[in-house]
């Protein structure tokens, strides 16, 4: 090995090693508090979004109230959902944000997903095909939000035109 390769090579190592030194340590499932908090604060609709995986529909939207983020398709998204979801249900609160949404983002696929299946609870088969068929486009043909606007159309049409929760 040459003095050259050899002095490389010990730079490497020395500042590998510094690194180490330098560097905090934390366990793969162990993300530093830094980043946690970098996560949360870099999406604020996320305690809604906790609230909503929990089913605290009334929390959720006060939440999303507290957040206020009107010019985003994803809060108005929510919001439509929570409203739709509500032990009683505000199906007009539900359209207005769903519309909201699609007016932001016309690809919304979250959105056009949920305004489908309010439309087939209002008993509005020919909108759900509509927002199915925007939805393909959106998604190129095949996404989650698409398989399960297709499942609640067919549990539609198989219950005589009624609309059948999953």
Same mark, same amino acid.
């Given at each position: ?19 180490? &030194? ?19 604060? *870099? ?9 909503? *995986? ?31 979801? *509500?032990?009683?249900?505000? &199906?007009?609160?539900? *359209? ?38 925007? &939805? ?9 939000? &698409? ?20």
């Amino acid at each position: 090995m040459s003095v050259l390769a050899t002095a490389a090579r010990a730079t490497v190592l020395a500042a590998a090693a510094t690194l180490c &030194l330098v560097a905090p340590v934390h366990a793969a499932d162990d993300p530093p508090a830094a980043a946690t908090r970098s996560a949360a604060s *870099a999406d604020p609709l996320g305690e809604a979004r906790k609230l909503i *995986a929990d089913k605290k529909w009334p929390a959720a939207i006060d939440e999303l109230k507290r957040v206020n983020a009107t010019q985003s398709a994803d809060w108005n998204n929510l919001m439509g959902y929570c409203h739709r979801k *509500a032990r009683t249900p505000d &199906l007009m609160a539900a *359209a207005r944000f769903y519309e909201s949404a699609l007016r932001i983002d016309a690809n919304h696929r979250g959105a056009l997903e949920y305004a489908g299946e309010l439309a087939l609870m209002q008993g509005d088969l020919t909108m759900a095909e509509q927002r199915a068929t925007a &939805l393909s486009k959106a998604c190129g043909g095949r996404c989650e939000e &698409l398989d399960d606007l297709k499942e609640a159309i067919t549990r539609f049409k198989a219950n005589g035109n009624r609309y059948v929760e999953k």
